[in-house]
């Protein structure tokens, strides 16, 4: 007699079911295998360069995870994760953050990658610009990667955020037991980027009420973050005012340094150019505006006003002035 259809597919579901269970069990004595040699075989473990939302528009200062434990004679690389550029930089022995300003065009080398493959413990080590994309103005450096052939303490920066933004290489006796698996490095990894995304949605949404009920001011917030999660735009994107009215922006944020750029991108963001209290057109920026700083224009002549963020315009930090008479 011929088995019932109904059977012949649940015979069909249980197999499938064991198949998949045998490959479960399969990954799992592999991983526990690769435990159980101590460690005694070199490793190469990932860490992420920074984080971000699909649209750019909320930015992660973090490397992921921040903590690294390995031992003697592994390999770090690291991945960039975010279109706002980061380093990776491992300071020289009595070298102060200070006295690295990763763009003074006297210091040129800090911005550039620097150091062997193999970390000294004491030298300057830098990664060059880590950005996964190719339109941030800089040389794009997508990984970087180093060997750590002696035990310590070693941690590192990213010159561009400063301590708002490092990491530590915990190196270990060849041999020691590893604490976490890349697996459980990587679920930490997600979970602090959902949270960096969540926190960067309310900021945003903080920024947007208070010009909503500001808007007698005429205020943009020019970004803001709470030294991990950056938003990298302009609330409100377009502000409409009226001739001889003045627009005040300002930037938020406890991390992350702005312009204000009318006209064409000048070569240097950093400088301040033209005269904001009688705008008219043409070429007008804030220069650099660090954490917590204003920058007010006034505008002298009708018509729409594009301007950027000379740093982060290629990820979408861009608004416009609609003035009318
Ligand atoms: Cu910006």
């Not at 960039?80 to 065009?105: K, M, R």
């Not at 040389?139 to 750590?148: G, I, R």
């Not at 941690?155 to 290489?169: E, P």
């Not at 950093?270 to 705008?279: E, M, R």
Request: charged share 20%; glycine share 10%; net charge negative.
């Amino acid at each position: 007699m011929a088995p019932h259809p109904e059977l012949l597919s649940m015979q069909r579901l249980l197999r499938v079911f064991v198949a998949s269970l045998a490959a479960v069990l399969m990954t799992v004595a592999l991983s526990g295998a690769a435990v159980a040699d101590g460690g005694r075989s070199a490793r190469t473990w990932t860490v992420q360069v920074g984080s971000e939302s699909s649209d750019q528009a909320i930015q992660g200062m973090a490397f992921l995870p921040e903590n690294v434990f390995i031992n003697a004679g592994d390999k770090i690389t690291w991945k960039a994760n975010s279109a706002e550029i980061h380093t990776v930089t491992f300071l020289a022995a009595g070298q102060s953050l200070e006295s690295t300003q990763p763009f003074d065009p006297a210091l040129d080398a800090n911005i550039h990658q620097q150091g062997g493959k193999s970390y000294d413990g004491q030298s300057y080590y830098n990664s060059g610009v880590m950005t996964n994309v190719s339109n941030s103005g800089f040389d794009q450096t997508k990984e970087y990667s180093l060997k750590f052939p002696a035990t310590g303490e070693f941690t590192y920066y990213c010159l561009v955020h400063g301590m708002a933004m490092k990491g530590t290489v915990h190196v270990r006796e060849a041999g020691t037991e590893y604490p976490y698996s890349q697996s459980e490095y990587d679920h930490q990894a997600h979970k602090q980027e959902r949270k960096i995304l969540r926190d960067g949605e309310k900021q945003w949404e903080a920024a947007r009420e208070h010009v909503d009920q500001n808007t007698a001011a005429n205020t943009v917030i020019a970004g803001t973050d709470n030294g991990t999660a950056m938003v990298m735009r302009f609330v409100h994107q377009e502000i409409k005012i009226h001739v001889g009215e003045s627009v005040t922006f300002v930037n938020n944020g406890m991390g992350a340094p702005h312009t204000v750029t009318f006209g064409t991108e000048p070569a240097d963001p950093f400088a301040s150019l033209g005269d904001p209290t009688n705008f008219t057109g043409g070429d007008l920026s804030s220069g650099l505006m660090p954490l917590k700083t204003t920058y007010t224009v006034t505008f002298k002549k009708a018509g729409d006003f594009d301007y950027i963020c000379a740093l982060h315009d290629f990820m979408g930090m861009v608004g416009t002035v609609e003035v009318r008479d």
